[in-house]
């Protein structure tokens, strides 16, 4: 059967929350073999999270916006610990999932349309520079999220620098330029059971060329926690 054009990763996190499916999201790449993502992963607990992640929930404070908050991982906990949460996802299906999930502050909606509130800390984790497609698609997301920031707020956010992927044995990079676009630029599909997604643009930035777009929107980056994959999170600031 032809798969159907729809939103994959929103109807595993539906089957999963509602059905018990645990049935694996395919992610397709041009630049990489098919990946895997268990819809289980997607609703794990702190004590589940990765040392990056836990680093993020320790920094957080005042009132949030998680960006993208798909199962809701990040929102729960954050809640459960008392903050005042948005949980800000595109999906309508998970948006579903999180009210279920006794979310308080449930938005669907894009996030360059979010523009009524401010926050003190905005969040965007697993690869949240991803949002932005492109490099210059990171000036511009930047830009708007600065705009949703109280005095003193910050954004949370992690990457990772794909260097690793065009390293030789003595540690220099081999990297084809002619290709015309940044190295960190990729094309994804995800696809789950019967349903594609459409192919959609996807950013992993080193911290350079992330420092160079925080500098352009006047705003200040620190690196809070580096881990042992090229993957970093790191917190901007006016």
């Not at 004590?47 to 908050?69: F, N, Y």
Request: glycine share 6%; proline share 3%.
């Amino acid at each position: 059967m032809t798969p159907q054009f729809d939103d994959p990763i929103g109807r595993a996190v539906y089957d999963y929350h509602f059905h018990a499916i645990n049935q694996p999201i395919l992610v397709h790449s041009d630049d990489f073999d098919d990946d895997t993502i268990e819809p289980n992963y997607l609703f794990r607990a702190y004590r589940q999270m990765p040392p990056l992640e836990k680093k993020a929930m320790s920094l957080c404070s005042g009132t949030i916006l998680d960006v993208g908050a798909c199962a809701g991982a990040h929102s729960v906990y954050l809640q459960d610990k008392g903050f005042d949460v948005t949980s800000l996802e595109t999906s309508a299906l998970c948006c579903e999932v999180l009210r279920n999930r006794n979310l308080q502050k449930v938005i669907q909606q894009d996030i360059f349309r979010c523009g009524n509130q401010k926050f003190d800390t905005i969040l965007l984790l697993m690869n949240g520079t991803g949002i932005a497609g492109t490099l210059s698609g990171l000036e511009v997301l930047l830009h708007h999220l600065k705009s949703l920031l109280n005095p003193g707020g910050q954004i949370l956010v992690d990457s990772s620098d794909l260097i690793f992927l065009f390293e030789e044995e003595d540690g220099s990079a081999l990297i084809d330029i002619s290709a015309g676009k940044y190295y960190g630029e990729l094309i994804f599909q995800t696809e789950y059971r019967n349903w594609k997604s459409e192919p959609f643009s996807w950013l992993y930035v080193d911290l350079n060329n992330l420092e160079n777009a925080v500098e352009k929107n006047q705003l200040k980056l620190d690196k809070v926690f580096k881990g042992k994959h090229y993957d970093y999170l790191a917190r901007i600031t006016f």
